[in-house]
């Protein structure tokens, strides 16, 4: 591909993976995705740039991704979130290690209720037979990362907000970027 991203446009983004059309509002457009997201982040849902960048990424990136986005919001977690972002932070380390698919897998069991519960979430419907019903629904792990990260970002300021949106959205965007030079085993 032209641009060495996963899609060549934004509609091939939507057309491989339907269900972000759930979570979007947006049409697509066939610019490229990073001038897609790009575009996103100066329109009127910015937020839905979070979503697309959730989508963008590998989900095994996006998790990782998540997980970045929220350290940087480490002072506004509480103690149970900053416990589940040490278990990502392992899993997306070493996705196969049983102690750490245990560890997610245990996780699991919490409701979605803060910000890292949903990037557990994403963990657990990363891997194949989890038995989660919204996976099995279709709902894959871009979905929890999405929600995970606005879940955070609706923590921070108002008048703060945006920046902090922009800077996830500009860090969503180097590591799509840096998938596409096939250095993600180095990145983390």
């Known amino acids: 591909?032209?641009?060495?991203?996963?899609?060549?446009?934004?509609?091939?983004?939507?057309?491989?993976?339907?269900?972000?059309?759930?979570?979007?509002?947006?049409?697509?457009?066939?610019?490229?995705?990073?001038?897609?997201?790009?575009?996103?982040?100066?329109?009127?849902?910015?937020?839905?740039?979070?979503?697309?960048?959730?989508?963008?990424?590998?989900?095994?990136?996006?998790?990782?991704?998540?997980?970045?986005?929220?350290?940087?919001?480490?002072?506004?977690?509480?103690?149970?979130?900053?416990?589940?972002?040490?278990?990502v932070h392992g899993w997306v380390g070493e996705p196969d290690n049983p102690s750490h698919r245990a560890a997610i897998s245990g996780a699991m069991d919490m409701p979605p209720a803060t910000p890292a519960a949903w990037i557990v979430l994403a963990g657990g419907w990363h891997h194949e037979g989890s038995g989660n019903g919204m996976a099995q629904a279709g709902f894959p792990a871009a979905h929890a990362v999405s929600a995970g990260v606005l879940a955070g970002l609706a923590r921070v300021s108002l008048e703060d907000r945006f920046a902090v949106l922009s800077a996830f959205v500009e860090m969503g965007i180097q590591m799509a970027e840096i998938e596409a030079r096939g250095l993600s085993a180095d990145a983390y």
């Open 1 to 87: 591909m032209a641009n060495g991203l996963r899609f060549r446009t934004a509609s091939d983004l939507f057309s491989a993976l339907p269900a972000i059309a759930r979570d979007m509002t947006t049409s697509p457009t066939d610019q490229s995705p990073v001038a897609f997201c790009r575009a996103l982040l100066a329109g009127r849902v910015p937020e839905e740039a979070i979503t697309f960048c959730a989508y963008l990424l590998p989900e095994r990136a996006a998790i990782w991704w998540a997980h970045e986005c929220l350290n940087r919001l480490a002072e506004l977690l509480d103690d149970r979130d900053l416990e589940l972002l040490v278990l």
